[in-house]
């Protein structure tokens, strides 16, 4: 059992689908902060890097884009290309975007478009048929390939979906008649006379993905707590399935939605570091520049037999909750997950194949790499829009992202040091104030060490609390 709920304030659009009870994806979606992956722009070329056939563009957002012959396409596609093409300043090119900004960088870009519908996702600069891998039927395999090289359009590509499993020609046929119209809209508007970048098309919103990507017949209810939402989406919904209409409920509880069905509960779990498993084993999750690790531990679960069985099933156990975390957090690139030791050679590929079986659950494309000498598991998983966490949490004010800040010994020790540098200078013959943070101004009560410090200059050094400083600052005034 299925099921997609949608919370809906003019500010915010969130989205949860739920499996057998089970939080399976979180996405939102905030009126300040709009995604641009799936837009295609106008975008004019500003600087070209030699030999690499890469660009940044203007796309008219303010950040240039960075172009990359072949990002966003699968590797069967880009080996059927066309030659590359020269680029050079000043050029105007239509650009999807392919992945949003993140921090410093600007968004990246691709020329090979890609236009998704109902049934169908319409290639129009490559000559490519291709079948979603999650239909496994050949015989349907087959018929779907022949149906889709006889409707796509001369010089154009085509994916089937998922969802076109099963369907008439008629059905596809008009899937591609569409996006073939809003193809030549696109391209109609890209050759009227313009300085700069501009927006050519904008890519679906949230509750329009929604229907388009995940309803589906195996979703028992949808379910939305907003009557013009609702509206919308049932105008929708009877134009494109009006099979499934009836599964599209209005939301009417006395409870918020997502309080009603243990959601926010969830949500909530979703920013802590440490993520408990139901034997007592847990993880810990932390996140870096350049990879996101994740440790497993056995904690209060000490197994029944011998260590190893032991760390054979916590680790299991943690492999179903790394791939349902990495879904819900939208964890991308790079996770390197250091399970505990097993030395049997049939239970780390057991465990590598229980990850493997569960990325069909998630619509971003993973992959479980391999279990390296040292036992860490390598796992890849696509980017592309903003995620839950950078959309919900900024940088610590106070630890400015580090997730820790320097002891209150330290900083004692520093202001010994700078007291000792002012000394060397100039004897405070008055003496010193020295306002800190009240954890430090504990420390060096404690420690006596301004005390030790006071008698060996012939000084007197006073520390007061300043409420408020941050507790890796201090300043020293010399008195007098």
């Known amino acids: 059992m299925k099921t997609i709920y949608v919370d809906v304030v003019p500010e915010e659009t969130r989205l949860a689908i739920q499996s057998d009870g089970e939080l399976q994806s979180v996405e939102m979606e905030r009126s300040s902060h709009a995604h641009l992956v799936g837009n295609i722009y106008k975008g004019q070329v500003q600087n070209v890097l030699p030999g690499m056939q890469a660009a940044f ?9 960075f172009l990359h012959v072949g990002d966003g396409m699968p590797q069967d596609v880009i080996h059927v290309l066309p030659e590359k093409t020269h680029i050079h300043i000043g050029q105007y090119l239509p650009v999807q975007i392919v992945k949003d ?11 090979h478009i890609s236009l998704p519908g109902r049934h169908l996702v319409l290639m129009p600069t490559a000559s490519y048929i291709g079948i979603s891998r999650r239909i496994e039927d050949e015989r349907e395999r087959t018929r779907l390939q022949s149906l889709a090289e006889e409707i796509c359009p001369k010089d154009m590509g085509l994916i089937v979906r998922t969802v076109a499993a099963g369907l008439p020609r008629e059905e596809l046929e008009k899937d591609v008649q569409y996006l073939v119209r809003l193809w030549q809209s696109i391209m109609a508007k890209f ?5 700069g970048g501009r927006l050519l098309y904008r890519d679906a919103d949230l509750i329009i993905r929604a229907v388009r990507d995940s309803l589906t017949d195996e979703v028992d209810a949808f379910y939305i707590d907003d009557p013009r939402t609702f509206q919308r989406v049932q105008e929708l919904v009877r134009t494109v399935s009006p099979d499934l209409l009836a599964r599209v409920r209005l939301y009417e509880g006395k409870k918020p939605l997502f309080q009603a069905y243990g959601i926010d509960a969830e949500i909530e779990r979703l920013g802590a570091r440490q993520v408990d498993l139901p034997s007592g084993g847990f993880l810990v999750i932390d996140k870096t520049e350049a990879l996101t690790v994740i440790d497993v531990n056995t904690g209060k ?51 590598l194949q229980k990850m493997r079986s569960l990325i069909p ?12 000498s040292l036992g860490l598991v390598e796992i890849t998983r696509k980017k592309t829009r903003q995620n839950y966490e950078s959309l919900v949490y900024s940088d610590c004010p106070v630890c400015h992202g580090r997730g820790r800040l320097e002891s209150p010994e330290t900083v004692s020790i520093r202001i010994s040091r700078a ?28 420690s006596q060490l301004l005390v030790n410090l006071a008698a060996e200059y012939g000084t007197d050094i006073k520390v007061t609390v300043r409420p408020g400083m941050h507790p890796e600052n201090y300043s020293i005034l010399q008195q007098g």
């Open 57 to 65: 563009v203007d796309i008219g957002t303010g950040k240039n884009a």
């Open 101 to 111: 900004a993140t921090g410093t960088k600007g968004p990246r870009c691709t020329t």
């Open 191 to 195: 050759r009227l006379r313009s300085k």
């Open 301 to 351: 679960y000490v197994g029944h037999n011998d260590f190893s069985d032991t760390a054979y099933r916590t680790n299991l156990e943690a492999a179903s909750e790394i791939m349902k975390q990495i879904r819900l957090r939208d964890i991308s690139g790079i996770i390197v997950v250091d399970f505990i030791d097993m030395e049997k050679d049939e239970q780390k590929e057991s465990l």
């Open 361 to 372: 659950l998630d619509r971003t494309k993973t992959k479980v790499v391999d279990i390296t």
């Open 419 to 446: 007291i000792r540098r002012m000394e060397q200078a100039s004897h405070a013959g008055e003496g010193y104030e020295v306002e800190v943070h009240e954890s430090v101004a504990e420390e060096l009560r404690q």
